[in-house]
C-alpha cells in the first residue's frame, strides 16, 4: 500500500549530510512495511541488511554491549556475509528491545556518516524513560540520547488521504484536482467521497484494518481486526509501565477516552473516570499515552490569543485517540451506522473532532482548541506562517456564533468550516468552508505555509 511517508524517507536518502534515521510511531501503523517493504526493497533492492532486534538474540546480545560501530558493522558484516559499505542500507527494527543500539547512532554519525542507518521502534521513549528512571540507578549509567546525531520522522496511522489513494485511486485524483483548483465537486461526485468518509471513520487508518477492507471491501472484518489491535494496545500498558497502579490507570484512561469527549464540557475530566481523582493522578498516564502516539493531546486557549501558540493552562485539556477506527470501535456503535441511511443523526459530532485531530497531527500540527467566557468554542486552532486559522468542525450545517466572538479577540487569516457541505468560500467573513474529504489537503497546506483562498 501507498505511504505519504515514503516521500520523507527518500527526502532523507537523497540528503548528502543526512543522520542516522529513527522511525518512531505507535504499534502496528506501518513503520516496518514502510522502511522494509516500500523503501528499501525499490531503493536498496538486495543490497540492505534488516535486524529484527525483537528476534535476533545475538545481534541483541552483541549490541548491549557494544556502542562501538566499527565493532556492530564488523560483526553484522560476518554474520550477515555481506561487506557493510556507504550502498548497504541497515536496518534496525524493533530497537526499543535494543536500547544500547541507540547510542550506536551517535557513532555511527560521527564515524561512519556514509553508511545509511534507519532504527525503528514503537515504544522506544517509554522503554527509555524506564531504563534511565529505574531507583537507585546510578547516574553515569543512564542512558544518553544521541541530541543532533540523528534525523527523525514519525508514523501515523493511514490518513484519509492514504486510505482513499489505496481504496479509489480515481476518486483520490478526482478530489485531489478540486481541492488543487478550488472548485466543489459535483454533488453526486461529493456523496461518493462522503461515504468514503464514513467508510474510513469505521475503517480507520491501521494498514491492517484498511488492507482487510480493500481485499474484502466488507466493513465487519476490519473491525475484528481493530478488536484484537485495541486489546494489544492495552496489553502493552502491562509490558511498559513500572507499576501495577500506573498499569491500571493507563488502562482506564485508554478506555474512557470516547466517554470524556461524549459530554458537553470535553476537557478531561478525572472524577468521570475515578471518582474523586484528581488530573495529576493521571500525569503520568497521559504522557505515557502521548509518548506512544497512542492518544492525541489538545490544549485550551482562551480569549485574546498570542503567538506562538501556548497553552493558557496545563489543566485545561482534551485527548483523541490515535486513529479513528480504535475511536469508533471503542464507542460500541454498530458498524452498520456508518453506512445508515440515519447515520448523520446516529453519529455524534465528536467523530468527526477526532478525525480532523488526527489529520492535523499526522502533519504535525499540535493541537489547541479554543474556548470563550461564554459557551463559544472553536474545536482546533491553527498557527501557520504566523497566521491564525480558527477551525470549526460541524457534523452538519451549524452556526457561526462561535467564530464571531472570536472575531471579537483576535485577528485572523481565514476561518475554516470543515463539515459535510461542499466546498464554498466568503470573502466578506473570510469563512472557507470545506467537506470533511479536503482536510487531508488543508492541513498540509497550513503545514508548510502555502494555505491560499
Not at 511517508?5 to 542516522?20: F, G, I, T, V, Y
Not at 543500539?101 to 522506544?124: E, H, N, W
Not at 507499576?243 to 458537553?264: D, P
Request: charged share 25%.
Amino acid at each position: 500500500m501507498e505511504r505519504n511517508a515514503l516521500q520523507k524517507l527518500l527526502a532523507w536518502n537523497n540528503d548528502p549530510r543526512k543522520k542516522p534515521l529513527i522511525v518512531w510511531g505507535a504499534r502496528q501503523v506501518g513503520k516496518t512495511y514502510l522502511v522494509k517493504e516500500l523503501f528499501a526493497n525499490t531503493y536498496y533492492e538486495d543490497n540492505y541488511i534488516y535486524i529484527d532486534c525483537k528476534k535476533e538474540d545475538e545481534v541483541r546480545e552483541f549490541c548491549s554491549h557494544t556502542a562501538n560501530a566499527e565493532k556492530i558493522i564488523e560483526y553484522l558484516s560476518l554474520l550477515k556475509g555481506k561487506q557493510i559499505t556507504e550502498n548497504t542500507l541497515l536496518i534496525f527494527d524493533e530497537i526499543q528491545e535494543c536500547p544500547n543500539i541507540i547510542s550506536s547512532l551517535k557513532y555511527f554519525c560521527q564515524d561512519f556518516r556514509q553508511i545509511p542507518v534507519i532504527a525503528t521502534g514503537s515504544m522506544v521513549r517509554i522503554k527509555l524513560q524506564r531504563e534511565t528512571h529505574k531507583r537507585g540507578a546510578a547516574d553515569n549509567g543512564k542512558f544518553l540520547f544521541p541530541v543532533g546525531k540523528i534525523n527523525q520522522i514519525t508514523i501515523y496511522p493511514m490518513t484519509f488521504d492514504e486510505f482513499l489513494m489505496n481504496s479509489n485511486r480515481m476518486l483520490y485524483n478526482t478530489i485531489q484536482k478540486a481541492y488543487e483548483t478550488k472548485h466543489p465537486l459535483d454533488e453526486k461526485i461529493h456523496q461518493l467521497a462522503m461515504d468514503q468518509v464514513y467508510k474510513y471513520l469505521l475503517v480507520g487508518g491501521m494498514p491492517e484494518a484498511v488492507e482487510a477492507y480493500i481485499d474484502s471491501q466488507s466493513l465487519f472484518e476490519p473491525r475484528e481486526i481493530l478488536k484484537v489491535l485495541y486489546d494489544n494496545y492495552l496489553s502493552d500498558m502491562e509490558l511498559y509501565q513500572a507499576s501495577q497502579e500506573a498499569v491500571l490507570r493507563s488502562r482506564t484512561l485508554f478506555s474512557n477516552i470516547y466517554t470524556e469527549l461524549n459530554k458537553e464540557n470535553k476537557n478531561f475530566s478525572p472524577g468521570l473516570i475515578e471518582f474523586k481523582s484528581k488530573t495529576r493522578d493521571y500525569a503520568t498516564s497521559i504522557q505515557w499515552l502521548t509518548m506512544a502516539h497512542i492518544v492525541n493531546q489538545s490544549f485550551q486557549l482562551k480569549e485574546h490569543i498570542t503567538m506562538p501558540l501556548m497553552p493558557d493552562s496545563e489543566s485545561n485539556f482534551r485527548l483523541f485517540l490515535g486513529d479513528i477506527g480504535m475511536f469508533s470501535y471503542q464507542s460500541g456503535i454498530n458498524a452498520a451506522s456508518f453506512i445508515s441511511n440515519e447515520r448523520e443523526n446516529i453519529l455524534s459530532g465528536i467523530f468527526f473532532e477526532n478525525f480532523v485531530a488526527n489529520e492535523l497531527i499526522a502533519k504535525e500540527h499540535k493541537l489547541f482548541y479554543w474556548r470563550g467566557r461564554t459557551s463559544a468554542e472553536l474545536e482546533f486552532i491553527v498557527e501557520s506562517d504566523n497566521k491564525l486559522y480558527p477551525i470549526d468542525v460541524k457534523k452538519g450545517k451549524g452556526t457561526l456564533n462561535s467564530l464571531q466572538k472570536f472575531a471579537n479577540h483576535n485577528k485572523f487569516e481565514c476561518a475554516i468550516k470543515v463539515s459535510k457541505n461542499n466546498y464554498g468560500y466568503n470573502a466578506e467573513q473570510k469563512l472557507l468552508t470545506i467537506p470533511f474529504y479536503f482536510i487531508p489537503f488543508i492541513a498540509m497546506d497550513l503545514a508548510t505555509g502555502t494555505m491560499t483562498i
